[in-house]
């Protein structure tokens, strides 16, 4: 697993899904809030300051920072344009995930029809976790509404590796990341009522409104972390699956050669790495 999120970039990958989340469900929310409101009575910086608790300079900000006062008659063509790269740029951020971890070869924009659908569906998660939040999220750590949340979780990453895939990758083989990717999302939801608001408020304090922004990447990073991390973790244990039920057995030695495999790799990275560092020293030196 570890050497299949090396090879993911896991890292990067997380912060790359993090940034185009952001630039792309941030305006997204500001122009459906005021549908939002109609639906529901609450905008979505109210949502977002209720499900966390929120206050002080760290309510504010978000209050802020979501303000309902733009609507589709408000937005150029310039600003529609946007719009639609920001999601279309999340929405093949996830793509390579799926083709980069089950080994595909790249759609890129032949999966444009896609993405939009997987976006237009995660709206729909999302505004369905929210009420769900709204009508249990108040007990304790919102344990019971991480609880409803994950089996909705679970079937929004199963549809989204096979859609975003355009059907390459079966649902049987998603199962095990669906799974995975549910319950580690639901535990990270309610870590995540407990830590946010202490986070809103420590960089709005320290940045100000800009740090709601900040914040808001920090908890997206986390949240894309888990899946990632379940996306390798779920392939592996796919691929264990078929092995048994082929009857295969792996020679003794097969983790201690995987792991050094590993190790070799974080090395040569570390001294790539490394070399560029003192060469982008000798050459501002110069």
């Known amino acids: 697993m570890v050497g299949r999120f090396q090879r993911l970039v896991g890292f990067d990958r997380s912060m790359a899904l993090a940034s185009a989340a952001l630039t792309a469900l941030v305006p997204l929310a500001i122009l459906l809030s005021g549908l939002v409101v109609r639906l529901s009575g609450k905008d979505v910086a109210d949502r977002i300051v209720d499900r966390y608790d929120l206050t002080g300079d760290g309510a504010e900000a978000v209050r802020h920072l979501f303000s309902s006062s733009s609507d589709w008659s408000s937005v150029g063509l310039f600003g529609v344009a946007f ?77 989204s590796g096979r859609l975003l895939s355009a059907g390459r990758i079966p649902r049987l083989d998603l199962l095990p990341f669906g799974i995975i990717g549910a319950v580690l999302l639901s535990g990270y939801s309610v870590g995540l009522t407990v830590y946010l608001p202490h986070l809103f408020n420590s960089y709005t304090d320290r940045y100000g409104a800009i740090g709601a922004v900040f914040a808001m990447l920090s908890a997206l990073f986390g949240a894309m972390f888990a899946t990632v991390g379940s996306a390798a973790l779920g392939r592996e244990v796919q691929d264990e699956l078929d092995r048994i039920g082929r009857g295969e057995r792996p020679p003794d030695n097969e983790v201690r050669q995987e792991w050094d495999t590993v190790i070799r790799q974080a090395r040569s990275r570390w001294q790539t790495t490394r070399g560029q560092t003192v060469v982008d020293r000798l050459t501002r030196r110069r």
Do not use: D, H, M
């Open 83 to 159: 719009l639609l790269v920001s999601v279309l740029s999340f929405a093949r951020a996830a793509q390579r995930l799926f083709e980069q971890g089950w080994e595909l070869q790249p759609l890129s924009v032949r999966n444009t029809v896609n993405g939009l659908k997987w976006i237009a569906v995660l709206a729909v998660y999302a505004t369905l976790s929210g009420w769900v939040q709204a009508a249990i999220g108040r007990r304790p750590l919102g344990l019971g509404a991480a609880v409803v949340e994950a089996p909705l979780t679970a079937a929004l990453l199963i549809w």
